[in-house]
């Protein structure tokens, strides 16, 4: 591609410069465009904007390919940990031996809470959903780290992100705790990140939690796959809060809230509801004509993707991973054997096929997390859980970045023009 960009405007034609990335499409550079032309440019859900310059994770739809930091996501969903992928992203290299033992310990020495929020969460609701606790809590321990609130010291920012990786579980497990009524269960650092959150989740005081090696293995996974994912609306949300220099927890709070939203992090919860509603094999055909249909609003949920147009390269270690965690629970769930056959059908069905349709990492997220004995409102916590990694780097990537500004987008206004104001008694 040439290194600028003619656009022409009226009479008036500006040359954009043209950058390139290590790969991916090239970006027209129109910053100077409303200095040049004094008209903005429209992306509404910027669909052809980049928001940022980023070194983290890659993305290329039309191939399914996910890469963090160079590497694919294949690679570290088989071959590494959930702590190697956070150093990974938060450092840009895969540690040595003696650097992951380092961070691990790191990590470890974070995992408790202040004593005062165990107050704290008492005042929610016991039915309050887990999403809302954790916007609530995360938000509000900028209030015990007022040190995290210097943003230009590197190694306050680092800080910040190790105490909020390593916090997320016990504020995730904390949650589920008071939605169940029963005691909190405190950190146990011997135990690995992810064995410590599942024995956070599901021991009780009375008696001894032995950790599962292949649960805590296939949701170690789990958080790898979801630890980054680009510039998508939460990462977004939280790059733009983190723009006006909020501190780190408020950010990643509102990094939760966005990711609350059904289009984002709800999705796994609604295919496994479709999921149980299917029930049965010989219901799939109803299932995909319903999905078919022009006139009906039904979608297969766990199907599609804005951005992957091949296939998610996440939805194929899944599927391993549910078959590993049913052998090892014993599950005999009729769910499986139903989302295994309606993919089949699905992918072999000329309206998928053409609209480049396959399962997203949703399809089976949320079969693995029920097989394992998460609740439903559950699952988009522990998606806020493995992404505080991701967002946190990006973070961190932004604030480093000396082209970062205030994020403050332009609209194209269609109200009123100015008019005149009319006293109450005169309208
Ligand atoms: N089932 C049936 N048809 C579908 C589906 C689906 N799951 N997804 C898309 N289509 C059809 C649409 O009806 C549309 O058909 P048309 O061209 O005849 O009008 C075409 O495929 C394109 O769909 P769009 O909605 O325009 O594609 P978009 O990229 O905007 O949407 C999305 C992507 C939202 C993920 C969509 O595929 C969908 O709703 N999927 C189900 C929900 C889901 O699984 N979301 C999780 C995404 S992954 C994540 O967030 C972590």
């Known amino acids: 591609m040439t290194d600028t960009a003619k656009i022409t ?13 290590t790969v991916g499409p090239d970006v027209v550079d129109i910053r100077k465009f409303y200095a040049q032309t004094g008209a903005f440019t429209y992306d509404p859900g910027f669909t052809s904007t980049a ?51 380092t961070f691990e310990n790191t990590i470890t020495r ?41 943003i230009h010291d590197p190694h306050q ?19 589920y705790k008071y939605s169940v009524g029963q005691p909190f269960v405190y950190p146990d650092n011997s135990l690995s990140y992810t064995g410590n959150f ?27 796959l979801h630890a980054d994912h680009e510039q998508n609306a939460s990462t977004s949300t939280v790059r733009l809060a983190g723009s006006s220099g ?11 809230a966005c990711l609350w939203g059904p289009a984002h992090g709800g999705a796994n919860e609604a295919a496994l509801n479709m999921l149980r509603e299917i ?13 078919k249909d022009k006139d009906d609003p039904f979608r297969l949920m766990g199907f599609g993707h804005r951005v992957y147009k091949n296939y998610d390269p996440r939805a194929t270690v899944m599927q391993k991973t549910v078959r590993e965690v049913f052998e090892a629970l014993k599950v ?53 859980l493995a992404r505080t990694v991701g967002w946190v780097a990006q973070w961190n990537e932004m604030i480093s970045d000396p082209a970062q500004k205030i994020g403050r987008p332009r609209q194209l206004y269609t109200g009123p023009t100015h008019r005149p104001y009319v006293a109450v008694d005169k309208r």
């Open 110 to 150: 974070h995992t408790m809470l202040h004593e005062q929020l165990a107050t704290f969460y008492r005042g929610f609701r016991r039915d309050a959903h887990p999403m809302a606790v954790m916007c609530g809590v995360v938000g509000a321990l900028s209030a015990f780290y007022p040190d995290s609130t210097e």
């Open 157 to 175: 920012r680092m800080i910040a992100s190790h105490r909020l990786i390593a916090k997320m579980p016990t504020i995730a497990a904390m949650a």
């Open 279 to 291: 029930g049965r094999p010989e219901r799939i055909p109803e299932y995909i004509a319903r999905a």
């Open 198 to 224: 599942l024995r956070m989740t599901f021991g009780v005081p009375a008696e001894p939690y032995e950790v599962n090696p292949v649960v805590e293995r296939a949701l170690d996974r789990i958080f790898i």
């Open 9 to 21: 405007l009226g009479d008036k034609t500006v040359d954009s410069p043209v950058l390139s990335g």
């Open 51 to 101: 928001s940022c310059e980023s070194q983290l994770t890659y993305i290329d739809g039309d191939e399914g390919v996910l890469l963090h930091r160079g590497y694919a996501i294949g690679d570290l969903a088989e071959q590494s940990s959930f702590m190697e992928t956070c150093y990974l992203l938060l450092n840009g290299e895969l540690p040595n031996g003696e650097e992951l033992q």
């Open 246 to 256: 909020a501190n780190p927890f408020a950010c990643i709070a509102a990094g939760i």
């Open 332 to 384: 005999n769930d009729p769910v499986f054997e139903v989302a295994l056959q309606l993919e089949e059908m699905a992918l072999s069905d000329p309206y998928f096929v053409e609209k480049k349709l396959f399962p997203n990492v949703d399809f089976y997220s949320g079969v693995i997390l029920s097989a394992i004995g998460f609740p439903t409102t559950m699952f988009t916590a522990l998606f806020a």
